[in-house]
């Protein structure tokens, strides 16, 4: 079995600050990517962050310059730091990860159960 667990959602205010924590644990052989998606209520889910297995990122649009995607490897946990936040970042933020279980050589993805990150205004 393998889990993604997020922490550090919560509720800030406009201008402020949050870090989302996604740890990966079970029979992992190999994670190639970690990443966050977020969903707002009556619209579709969308890319915010990924990082690749050498390091490369790519981040959605509205994102770019706000938010900063890392990884700890070791620790098979992926972190998303959010600055500068607005309302419009009000969402649940879902971890993904495309990863390789121990004795299952094949590329499969897995989602947290996410997290909400509320903005005020």
């Known amino acids: 079995q393998v889990q993604l667990v997020e922490s550090g959602g919560g509720l800030v205010q406009a201008g402020g600050s949050l870090r989302l924590s996604c740890a990966a644990s079970g029979s992992i052989f190999s994670i190639n990517t970690m990443g966050w998606y977020r969903q707002a209520p009556g619209k579709l889910r969308e890319l915010v962050a990924v990082m690749n297995s050498d390091g490369s990122t790519n981040y959605g649009d509205s994102v770019k310059g706000r938010f900063t995607i890392s990884r700890d490897n070791a620790k098979k946990t992926a972190y998303l730091q959010m600055n500068s936040l607005e309302p419009e970042d009000t969402a649940v933020y879902y971890c993904?990860?495309?990863?390789?279980?121990?004795?299952?050589?094949?590329?499969?993805?897995?989602w947290g159960q996410g997290t909400q990150v509320t903005v005020s205004s």
């Open positions: 993904n990860a495309g990863l390789v279980r121990v004795g299952l050589p094949i590329l499969s993805n897995y």
